[in-house]
């Protein structure tokens, strides 16, 4: 039996070591390939998370400032006129207030003509005018309660929003709340970082940007900013944004006793070295502002 000689087959050491080095440069490539699909996918995830995570603060803002609650009592404006004009017609020679937010003083205690006097076994019947003064004096101070007070970086209002979580609590859907910046610690280390911070009271005084509980509603915020504009304003593209709208005494006659019909929130975040702004235009549904006063047209005396 014969062995066949030189038919020997293989690979010499050059080629396996170009065969190697090609496996491996392949395997390198692959390996920073897919390091850098991981860098992009968690940066991509952070930039949707933080993105998430501002859009759903500009979900709980949008919602209490939609059903924000302005307190108007026209029955209340209506009666003071009424008796405005009852007085100037008994005294045409005095002096009435002319404030229409003030109501005009008491009548005079003293039983006029025409009025049945007091009766010594009971309270006498009381007539047109002391039921106006009656009603007067019961709803004045809940006038002044619903406010709006609004700065630059930071806002306060009356709102319609609340959510009673107890069972029998003495709370309707009427609070106060209000959105400002400050610190606080990261929830998930020790790190400390600018905070979106949400404060609501059940209860309304007159102090509406005091009292109640704060907590933080998002972290890393850089930036938060309101702005203001009327339903007029809103109509001219060259009127600019007020930084400030104050409802209370300290406002000025644009907006002294008025809400907002429109509120701009900006709201600017950074993680992890990137920024994520969002702007929403929310406007109020329900106003309530009082109509300015058009003055009447003068007649022409008659000839």
């Keep these: 039996m014969k062995h066949l000689s030189g038919c020997k087959s293989g690979f010499t050491l050059l080629e396996v070591v170009i065969a190697i080095t090609i496996m491996a440069s392949l395997a390198y490539l692959s390996a920073i390939s897919i390091s850098n699909a991981i860098t992009a996918?968690?940066?991509?995830?952070?930039?949707i998370d933080v993105s998430a995570e501002t859009r759903t603060a500009l979900k709980v803002i949008e919602k209490d400032i939609k059903s924000a609650f302005h307190y108007n009592n026209f029955n209340y404006d209506l009666l003071v006129e009424i008796r405005r004009d009852q007085l100037r017609a008994a005294n045409p020679d005095s002096k009435t207030p002319q404030d229409e937010n003030e109501p005009p003083p008491p009548p005079d205690p003293v039983p006029k003509a025409g009025q049945p006097p007091t009766s010594q076994d009971g309270p006498a019947k009381k007539t047109v005018v002391n039921l106006i003064e009656d009603y007067l004096s019961k709803y004045k101070k809940a006038t002044d309660l619903s406010q709006f007070l609004g700065g630059k970086e930071a806002l306060s209002f009356t709102s319609l929003n609340h959510v009673r979580r107890f069972q029998d609590a003495q709370e309707s859907d009427q609070m106060e709340v209000g959105y400002y910046l400050a610190e606080c610690r990261e929830?998930?280390?020790?790190?400390?970082?600018?905070?979106?911070?949400?404060?609501?009271?059940?209860?309304?005084?007159?102090?509406?940007?005091?009292?109640g509980g704060s907590s933080v509603l998002m972290e890393n915020v850089t930036s938060l900013t309101f702005q203001y504009k009327t339903k007029k304003e809103m109509e001219d593209p060259d009127t600019d944004w007020r930084d400030v709208w104050r409802s209370d005494e300290s406002g000025d006659a644009a907006t002294k006793g008025k809400f907002p019909d429109v509120v701009k929130v900006s709201i600017e975040a950074?993680?992890?070295?990137?920024?994520?702004?969002?702007?929403?235009?929310?406007?109020?549904?329900?106003?309530n502002n009082k109509e300015a006063k058009k003055d009447a047209p003068a007649q022409n005396p008659v000839r």
């Design 187 to 211: 929830l998930l280390s020790e790190k400390r970082s600018q905070c979106l911070w949400r404060r609501e009271s059940p209860f309304i005084d007159k102090k509406v940007d005091e009292g």
């Design 270 to 287: 950074e993680i992890k070295g990137r920024k994520i702004k969002h702007v929403a235009i929310i406007p109020i549904d329900f106003v």
């Design 41 to 47: 996918k968690n940066q991509l995830q952070t930039r």
